[in-house]
């Protein structure tokens, strides 16, 4: 598991209201972002091209109990790195209800180039 390790994450469920923040976030990820998430809700955490297809990811993979794979091109804010794809993998503590949703981003390092 180690070289999977800077890629995960870790979000907690809360219900009524729902409320998604992230528990865990490897450091690959803070990297990619340009900052660490952890503690705040995912609607403030949030980095990526299309914020309502995100909190579709997380709607399925919590209403649907649901495995949700999803792929975005999008850019590190250090233009050095790029998402490749993030597996959703839905939790549960009771068998019923989704209350955890492990992550993984899959970043892939881009060298510089150049001149540039």
Request: overall charge negative; hydrophobic content about 35%.
């Amino acid at each position: 598991m180690k070289p999977w390790l800077p890629g995960l994450v870790l979000v907690d469920i809360a219900t009524q209201p729902r409320r998604i923040t992230y528990r865990v976030v490897g450091t690959a990820v803070c990297e990619h972002r340009g900052f660490d998430p952890t503690g705040r809700p995912v609607q403030e955490g949030l980095y990526g091209n299309l914020r309502d297809e995100i909190l579709e990811n997380y709607r399925i993979a919590i209403d649907e109990k649901s495995i949700v794979f999803d792929y975005d091109a999008t850019p590190s804010r250090s233009g050095y790195a790029r998402e490749v794809g993030t597996l959703f993998l839905p939790l549960s503590s009771d068998d019923q209800t989704v209350d955890k949703i492990l992550i993984y981003q899959d970043i892939e390092q881009i060298l510089a180039m150049p001149g540039v």
